[in-house]
């Protein structure tokens, strides 16, 4: 039996059309957003948090003096030596001869032009040796005994064969760049999906094409993350890479500070390695999300 309409169905009127889509997505997007920015919020105010506690727990290490300042040096001597090594004082410049962030931009142009051509070198190998069974067979021990060798384990053959210069700096990040991406390459277009492969040869499409239009695309997240592991081991590698001749540069300024015991400013090169550091990651983690928005990345 019908039931007689409320009084508020008789009284509201017909709902318009435009009225009902206008509300759906404004309340549905305003409902996404206020929980993206609370959580924003939560991790940055818990970064800023540990970032204060970890300040604090240094301070008082150090006001307590459990250690010698020259084991530990206070964030006062730390912050004095970056004053120092980034700007003239008391007629010197810098620390030998080059500012603070001169040492860093010649360190990050070593990382880029020689982890650059590992990237490269790894996206070509990992790319024949996820196609080419073969190639496979002939790489992957070559890639593997690269991946386990530390790099102070080749540079000094490195040097013997190319000198002191740039040239051993630049060989030694592209070795230690290659394998992680080369790695990561060649198992992301090992696993392409057979379905979406088989359907572009079933089309007409050539070898070379069924690679860039189906394989690479589909193995493009796993390579982005080799890429990041890439930068990651070549920074790391940079004060190995920069023991010999490498001044200027960050790595040889920790090399050089670290034999007058200087410990202030070996801490600064530290933390402009480790702060550099996270900001191409970070870069690299947006260029990630960009190309592959379809994947989320850690």
Do not use: C
């Amino acid at each position: 039996m019908p039931t007689s309409p409320s009084l508020r169905e008789r009284t509201a009127g017909p709902t318009r059309p435009s009225d009902r889509v206008k509300a759906g997505p404004l309340n549905a997007d305003g409902g996404r957003r206020r929980p993206e920015r609370a959580a924003l919020l939560r991790r940055i105010g818990l970064r800023v948090l540990a970032l204060a506690v970890l300040l604090g727990l240094w301070q008082l290490v150090t006001a307590l003096q459990l250690w010698s300042p020259v084991l530990v040096p206070s964030p006062a001597a730390v912050w004095r030596a970056l004053l120092e090594t980034s700007g003239t004082h008391d007629g010197v410049r810098g620390y030998q001869g080059h500012t603070l962030i001169e040492h860093l931009g010649i360190s990050l142009r070593r990382i880029f032009v020689g982890a650059g051509a590992g990237v490269v070198a790894g996206l070509v190998a990992g790319v024949l040796m996820g196609t080419l069974p073969w190639v496979r067979v002939v790489l992957e021990p070559a890639v593997a005994f690269l991946r386990t060798l530390p790099p102070l384990a080749y540079f000094s053959l490195l040097i013997i064969w190319f000198g002191i210069d740039e040239a051993p700096k630049l060989w030694l990040l592209a070795i230690a760049a290659m394998p992680p991406v080369a790695v990561a390459t060649a198992s992301a277009v090992a696993s392409a999906p057979t379905a979406l492969v088989e359907a572009a040869r079933a089309i007409g499409a050539r070898r070379g094409q069924v690679v860039t239009s189906v394989v690479l695309p589909s193995a493009l997240p796993e390579i982005l993350v080799g890429v990041r592991l890439a930068f990651g081991i070549a920074y790391s590698s940079v004060v190995a890479a920069e023991t010999v001749n490498g001044l200027p540069g960050i790595g040889g300024l920790i090399r050089d500070a670290q034999r007058y015991n200087q410990s202030d400013t070996v801490v600064l090169g530290l933390f402009a390695i480790g702060i550099s550091g996270l900001l191409i990651d970070a870069a690299l983690r947006l260029l990630a999300d960009r190309l592959a928005p379809w994947r989320s990345h850690t």
